[in-house]
């Protein structure tokens, strides 16, 4: 059966959180607070400040200008910038997986090279899984990687890649072998340089609320050396399987819609009983969904590979996020809705269709969980 | 091992030895079952909670989460908590519950008096279970339940006693729901279908990935209430946790309801067992809206802009 044990953030790490409000507070006063969503603001000047105060990157080893702290204390900063709403974008997957992923299975160069800049806040990466024709279907990509003179040519398509055009790099998912019996076998990764002009096409895609966040990459003959392969040649399933524990439990997987919460809370000052019970009701699951979420920060933590768990906090943050719209619009009537409340659900609505799509699809997601349960 | 798991373990035993699911099926009947009473005096269980046991709330309410794993018919809620708020041995002593005028006592023969506690005013009383106005009844779950009329408890103190009431039941029904998930998958697993066992199926396989979420949800939020025990609960913590455990009872009751099929719409079927004892247990102590709503207020009144450090003081 699955275990979220009952663990709690340790005072080392609750004492950094006073310090994280008090940088927010200067870095990014109150007023122009917008969404907790992790997509919603690009903004290299706030990255580069939360490098300089050493919470980016913040797990890693000092021999890369990591700071060495826990998965408590980078869990106590992650979730203190996303409820206030700070613009967190830029840096995002490059803190999140892609420094990770380079710890783990980059070579001594690459790290050398890439990690110092994502600590600085100034280097920002990209995924670069999915296709046109695979969707959820990791293992049917076909953007491939043919061997050629010093090293490789990359052809093909990646889609879904958020801020490719904003960013430096992407690490790609790519065939190094033809497709065979053995479907996850024959994928590597590579590091791309998103900025180059030869062989790379960048187009953002227009997303529903008219904002460009996603893209679609192309390359042609895109050459890549050993250089900027990822680990082993044909190891890639296996590392991008890595990467999901990471990517499916923190706190921005139920977090997208706190601002509704806020405004909602202050709309129902005097507000009726009964939609101060339906406030309580999401606050209630909220508190919740967090300290699972710590239970997963802390296995990642004791080293452990939790990912039918952080499967269960994404499959359950989802569709809280989902929820919390739905149950804030009917808690009051419209015309008791403040402009803030207005944006925040407008806002949030216009997002919430990606919130059971991106990180893994609620479907993948039940999926992991049956497969865990046994029943697959 | 922490006296606490060894607690839990005992229990696990005695209930797993004494406590079948015919026992439960032979309360439903009308026989009592006083050969697992019995144990539980022997063992020492019913003294759990009381000062020089060297145990306290937490233990009490893990005893309840093993005696809501096996769907106890008898009143060890009741007892365990009339004593443990007495704070010494009642052997025998009931629970009944007053609020606005109106009284209830479960399992009322078994017991010629009972503490009754007004969680209102935090204020209780030992009366004779014969001099109160009572008619017989039955829970939801089918055990027994007297209703009727009394005056308002105010002989002592009974400090908690509303958020005491709350966690007993949030620990059973986080017990009961552990076993509807391992019944369901257990089902699932054994069933053929259309030539392969249901747990084969998509369909099924999301339906209980989504009960396995709700379970663990409430296994969360009860631990979390139990462990902010000093030395009594933290009235947040228990409505957290009764308005989340109560909302995974009711999601976890129909679906593993519609993955045993017409099957474990019987009586002979042992899913009943756990699933009406959810559907009572949900509603006692304050349903999930009530909860809800004192919370909501409490937020509210701490102001908006606290909102985040109050979801953050719950860690």
Redesign the interface.
Same mark, same amino acid.
């Given at each position: 059966? @699955?275990q979220?044990q009952?663990i !709690? +953030?340790p005072e080392q790490a609750?004492a950094l !959180?006073g310090e994280v409000r008090e940088f927010l507070r200067e870095a990014y006063p &109150?007023g122009r607070r917008r969404n907790s969503d992790f997509t919603s603001g690009h903004d290299p000047a706030f990255s580069a400040a939360l490098g300089a105060q050493g919470w980016l990157g913040m797990t890693w080893p000092s021999e890369y200008g990591g700071a060495a702290r826990t998965f408590f204390e980078r869990y106590v900063v992650t979730?203190e910038i996303l &409820? &206030?709403g700070a613009p967190v974008s830029a840096h995002w997957i490059a803190d999140r997986q892609s420094g990770p992923l380079l710890l783990r299975y980059g070579s001594e160069a690459q790290r050398r090279k890439y990690l110092p800049g994502i600590i600085k806040g100034e280097s920002y990466f990209s995924i670069g899984m999915s296709e046109p024709n695979s969707g959820s279907d990791l293992a049917s990509v076909r953007t491939m990687a043919k061997p050629v003179d010093g090293g490789w040519a990359i052809n093909g398509t990646k889609l879904w890649s958020t801020d490719a055009h904003r960013n430096h790099y992407m690490i790609a998912l790519v065939r190094t072998e033809p497709p065979g019996d053995n479907r996850h076998a024959g994928m590597s990764q590579f590091i791309i340089d998103l900025r180059r002009d030869e062989g790379i096409t960048v187009r953002p895609i227009r997303n529903m609320s008219g904002s460009e966040d996603f893209n679609e990459v192309v390359f042609q003959d895109y050459f890549v050396t050993p250089d900027d392969m990822v680990g082993e040649p044909g190891n890639g399933w296996t590392q991008v399987t890595s990467e999901l524990s990471y990517e499916r439990s923190g706190p921005e997987r139920f977090l997208s819609a706190?601002r509704i919460?806020?405004?909602l809370? !202050?709309c129902?000052?005097g %507000?009726s009983?009964? $939609?101060? $019970?339906? @406030? %309580?009701?999401l606050? &209630?699951? +909220? /508190?919740? +969904?967090?300290?699972?979420s /710590?239970?997963v920060a802390g296995m990642l933590e004791n080293g452990d590979s939790p990912s039918v768990?952080a499967a269960?906090v994404k499959?359950?943050g989802n569709n809280y996020e989902k929820l919390v719209p739905e149950v804030a619009r009917l808690a009051l009537p419209v015309v008791q809705r403040s402009p803030d409340l207005t944006a925040a659900l407008t806002d949030t609505l216009l997002l919430s269709p990606s919130f059971t799509l991106r990180g893994g699809t609620r479907?993948i997601?039940? %999926?992991v /969980?049956?497969r865990? @349960? %046994? @029943? !697959? | 091992m922490s006296e606490s798991q060894l607690i839990v373990e005992t229990a696990e035993r005695i209930f797993a030895d004494h406590c079948p699911p015919e026992v439960v099926q032979g309360a439903e009947e009308g026989r009592y079952p006083s050969a697992l009473e019995t144990t539980l005096v022997e063992s020492g269980l019913n003294g759990i909670g009381l000062p020089d046991s060297g145990t306290a709330w937490p233990e009490l309410f893990e005893v309840l989460r093993v005696a809501g794993r096996y769907a106890a018919p008898l009143p060890l809620y009741e007892r365990l908590i009339a004593q443990a708020l007495l704070g010494r041995e009642a052997a025998g002593l009931g629970l009944g519950v007053w609020q606005d005028g109106r009284v209830s006592v479960a399992w009322p023969e078994q017991h010629e008096q009972v503490l009754l506690v007004d969680a209102a005013a935090e204020r209780g009383a030992i009366v004779a279970t014969g001099a109160l106005d009572l008619q017989p009844g039955h829970s939801i779950a089918g055990e027994p339940l007297a209703t009727g009329s009394a005056a308002a408890p105010d002989e002592l103190a009974v400090t908690g006693v509303g958020d005491i009431l709350a966690l007993g039941r949030v620990a059973q029904m986080c017990g009961a729901l552990e076993r509807v998930l391992e019944l369901a998958i257990g089902y699932t697993s054994e069933r053929e279908q259309f030539g392969r066992t249901l747990s084969k199926f998509q369909a099924i396989q999301h339906s209980l990935a989504v009960l396995a979420a709700e379970v663990a949800a409430a296994q969360r939020a009860t631990d979390a209430a139990i462990a902010g025990c000093d030395p009594l609960p933290r009235w947040t913590d228990v409505a957290v946790a009764k308005v989340r455990v109560g909302e995974a009872a009711g999601v976890c009751a129909e679906s593993a309801h519609q993955a045993h099929g017409a099957m474990g719409f019987t009586q002979e079927h042992r899913l009943h067992h756990f699933t009406r004892r959810l559907w009572a247990w949900r509603d006692d102590a304050g349903a999930e809206g009530e909860w809800a709503a004192r919370l909501g207020a409490e937020i509210v009144a701490n102001g908006a802009d606290n909102l985040w450090s109050f979801v953050t003081s719950h860690a």
């Open positions: 059966m @699955l979220f009952q !709690r +953030l609750e !959180r &109150a979730e &409820a &206030a706190f919460l806020v405004e809370a !202050r129902l000052e %507000g009983s009964a $939609a101060q $019970a339906e @406030l %309580g009701k606050v &209630a699951n +909220l /508190i919740t +969904l967090r300290r699972m /710590i239970s768990e269960l499959e359950l479907e997601l039940r %999926g /969980i049956a865990g @349960l %046994g @029943l !697959r | -």
